[in-house]
């Protein structure tokens, strides 16, 4: 199941500058969706969405906002986690272009995501770095 | 229940996973990242990395989860965590997640505890290298 963006997209690496703000995307973490990547990971049995699930979903949004190409590789992962999620929840992903950097082939692109519940709460931020693949 | 390591230089008990492409796959589908490089050995053969490799964020899941193991609840509630990918984890490779506890600081009721973390391959190669920090009520 795709996730709800707002926005027509995606967006290409070269329309991206630092600062730029992405549509917010909303996805439900719903009973199926956690059973399943419980069962991926090997996580331990929770009354909550394990951290990185919420996560998890969060970086794959990101194929919806903006071209990521087949190759593409997580060089970095930061998180802040500030509070649990329970199952069925639906979270709302907000990604913004921190920095960008091309040498040669090289492409890098840094992006902060915060995921927030729907009366606004921050429940966790991310910034993750990705190497895309060069032209 | 174990005791928490929350003394400097108390070992996170750690564990071994070995990297399984149906891992791999079922990943994919549980996050919703299809990225090639991660499932498709056709194509992963033509990348420089010369086959498919794990979802960074699945090796993260594992070195979470022993956070998790060591710290419940109180991780998934104010964990944070810094992590570099250093190599990539294949099918096949053995991996080891271990860490330990760096530093202990009490601030205003709460100890803030800081784990270093590493995810070494079956060659010793650090796949993952990173720094978490959870943060205790005092007790």
Redesign the interface.
Known sequence: ???KVYAELPAGYDDLTPGHEFPPVEYVLDEA?VS??V??????A?L?V????V???A???L?DLME?P???????????????VPVGARVICVAKVLRKLSRGPMRMLTLEMVVSDTNGSVVQRGRSTVVL?GA | MMEMPVSVGDAIPGFS?EVVQS?IN??A?????F???HINEE?ART?P?GGT?A????V???M??ML??AFG?A???????????RS?ARPGDKLEVAGHVESVNNEGGIVRVTCSLTCRNQADEVVVSGEARVGLPVL
């Open positions: 199941m795709r996730a969706s399943a990547y069962e991926a990971v090997g996580a331990a929770r909550h394990p951290p990185l699930a996560a998890a979903r970086i794959a949004s194929g990521m087949a190759g593409t590789i997580h060089a970095s992962q930061d998180f802040d986690f500030s509070a649990l693949p | 996973r891992d079922k990943y589908e549980a996050s919703g990242d990225n090639p490089i194509f990348t990395l490799i979802h960074g964020m699945l993260l899941a594992y979470s989860e998790a193991r609840e991780w998934d509630l104010t964990g944070s965590f810094s992590a570099r990918f990539p």
